[in-house]
């Protein structure tokens, strides 16, 4: 089974400071991470690498929402039959093909290549990095083209695993698009992996009001919360080899990407404004010692007769 | 060819571009910027720029007669068992006022299973120009793989203009999955949308950049122009607070709305790939997305033995606590608490939020409240001047003292 991880690097920190005077973001100083997301997306492969998730009749995870034991008997007798359900629909018979590799691809400029060393170093087997002046401006579409360039040019995958968005950018689209482009099912917001077969995938996701549990056929994309996993750290084997490995940076040539359909070029859309925003300050202060201004805001509320 | 373009007659070699630029995208030699391989065409160099020599050239858009070929406003109309999310209607709100600046129709689209009741379908017809339907079992559960493909299809054959969408969970599935078969633009979480009545441009502004800026973005050159929207955001359309019953309207009322519908069909080559095993409801407590008051705490309230005084004060006024995203990072309360863009929009009459500063990412949630007050130390915080009441004061006194007051009130 071959698992990738989208991957993108992020500023450190999204606290963006203001120049008050021009009103541009002041950006210096910051320093690239993996997106937090992601992070909890290449834990979870490397998860799958280790054998967690084969569902053998132990049930390793449960479907437990939280953190009990779900086949401990401690759960309402509807989890049982469901963990029972996840067993017996997907093990023993299916279980991920083995070996398990997992490769993370990432767009980005030359310096993430240390961000796919760093995965490398924590476990992950290949690192593949998009990057090429063609690729930059990308909008959600154009990196979703990119990556999909850039899957073509690795083993097939039996599941894409993203973050369930960026920090930076906050979309939540780049999955759901992946999914589209290569014409697979999607779960977004996983919250929990339950068991991983070679043919199909368990997994709890967020839903409108509580979670669910839900059977996808692989190959499937899955995109991740950060509740999901916790990213480990580096073995220190794992640093000697990430810092040896060769990270492989394709171009948009290497990929075959029509530059047309690639970077900003290939972006339908288009910042045409960006503005503080500016806050029509209305409020009615409430004056006094604490004890006056209590007073006054349980008078208002008494007011409002709710 | 489209890129950065660096005017070696004006550029006189100062570096600001360089130090504006966060990936070492553009460096300096010899008196004269010049882009690198770390350009990512942010565009932070061009507004850094004093003398105006930098600035990022667009590849030349498709031609115009082909957009002219797209027209009209879809919402699309989620349903969950049967029956239509609320923020189906909040949309036709909005898309009936761009509607009406651009002279087009407004048509809603709702996909649902074989057999269910019509209401829904007969609410959506009263709010909109039309209604395209398909009754179809394999719409019955909300699964991106038969929902993406069918929309697209439709759009492609159909084409409007714009297509929006509530930014649901399913809503943020569905949407880029649409996008990316129709390769056209999408952008989520919109907190306003602007159309202009010409040329039809859709001018969608969201919270950017940490929530420090928001950002207006248009799809200039490709049909349709699609948008999600978080519920909450927009106000519903008045009559339609409650969903229509075809038993209780008049026979000819539903016979008028009946003639606004239009049935699709869906691709039979297309089948369902995500099971529901098992739905789980969020456990304790109402969902704060729906509560008439909210006590909202922020990191002001200083440590997570406070939040007694929050859950108490909430229990007073017949509410629920919400709260902000670093709470919830710290693993004070769940997730299904925090309040935001990233979290629930809510539309409480009542928000008293307490030690919340109110950035950008927490007012795009509390945009429905209708009276906020606001306690906070630092009387310039930016909910201070966001909220109809600015308490400035130490959030914890202050929620003992109004504790104190109601409970005495309530003998
Ligand atoms: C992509 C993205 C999405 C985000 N989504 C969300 C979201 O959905 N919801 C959300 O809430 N945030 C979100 N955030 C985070 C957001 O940017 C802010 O960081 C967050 O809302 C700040 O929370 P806060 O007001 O509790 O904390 P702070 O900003 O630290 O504010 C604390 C406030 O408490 C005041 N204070 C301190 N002590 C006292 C006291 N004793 N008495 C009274 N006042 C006191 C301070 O003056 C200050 O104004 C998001 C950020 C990003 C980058």
Sequence with gaps: MHIVVCAKAVPSTTEVRMDPVTHTIVRDGRQAVINPFDTAALELALQVKDGVFEADGRCARGVAGGADAACGGLRPSSDEAACADATADTAPADRPAAPVTVSVLSMGIPATEALLRDAISRGADEGVLLSDRAFAGADTLATTYALTCGLAHMPT?????????????DTAQIGPEIAGALGVPCVTDVRELVAVGARRVRAVRGADNGTEVVDVPLPAVLTVAKEAADLRMPSIAGVRRGACARVRVLGAEDVGADPARAGLAGSPTQVVRSFVPQRADEAVRVEGTVSEQAAQVADLIEGMAL | MSGLVIDAARCVGCRRCEKACATAGIVVEGRLAHATEGCVLCGACVDA??????????????????????SGIWVFAEQDAGQVLPVAFELLGKARELAAARGCTVTAVLGQGCGGPVDGALTLAACADRVILAQDERLAERDASVYAPWIAQLAEEMRPEIILYGATPFGRELAPGVAVRLRTGLTADCTVLEIDPETGLLQQTR????????????????RPQMATVRPGVFAAMARTRSQLRAEDMPRQLVRGLLARMEAAKVDPR?????????KRRADEG????????????????????????VRRLAELLGGEVGCTRPLVEMGWLEYRHQVGQTGVS?????????????????????GGAQTVVAVNEDADAPLMGAAAYAVQADCVAFARELIA????RAG
């Excluded at chain 2, 297309?270 to 098992?278: F, G, R």
């Excluded at chain 2, 969902?287 to 922020?298: F, K, Y």
């Excluded at chain 2, 008293?352 to 509390?366: D, E, M, T």
């Design chain 2, 346 to 366: 809510v539309a409480p009459k009542l928000l008293v939020a307490l030690g919340v500063s109110g950035a950008i990412q927490h007012l795009a949630g509390i």
């Design chain 1, 157 to 169: 995958a039996d599941l894409i695993l993203c973050g369930k968005m960026a920090v930076d950018g």
């Design chain 2, 405 to 408: 007051r109601l409970e005495a």
């Design chain 2, 270 to 278: 297309l089948e369902p790939q995500v099971a529901v095993v098992e």
């Design chain 2, 49 to 70: 720029c004093p003398v105006g020599a930098i600035h990022i050239e667009r590849g030349s858009a498709a031609d115009e007669g082909d957009l002219a070929a797209w």
């Design chain 2, 286 to 309: 109402a969902s704060i997305a729906e509560a008439p008051v909210l006590v909202v705490a922020g990191r002001g309230i200083g440590s997570k033995k406070n939040l007694a005084l």
């Design chain 2, 207 to 222: 919270p950017a950049f940490g929530g420090n800026l928001m950002a207006t973005i248009e799809c200039p050159a490709h």
